[in-house]
């Protein structure tokens, strides 16, 4: 599949901190139909990503394991796995 980032927003800036606290990115295959989205902690580095649904498919922490989720047919988590499902 292939997929591309069409659109970023930024959301959750905090006067104390300088810059937002989070960014969240969109992802599309090559026909326009959304297949997911990320939300990055800006402080942290933790990302979740989420898939078609809006569930939780994956989360990963800078150095750190990276989590994937799982779900059945109906959306009902069936487990989750530590990975490397995600690049650098």
Known sequence: MNLKIILSALVLSSPAVAGPLSSQEYFYDGAGNNVGSAVRNN???QTYFYGQQG???GSA???GPRQMYFYDNQ???IGSSQGSMFAE
């Open 75 to 77: 959306g009902n988590s």
């Open 61 to 63: 922490m800078p150095g």
């Open 43 to 45: 402080q942290t580095g």
């Open 55 to 57: 569930q939780l498919v």
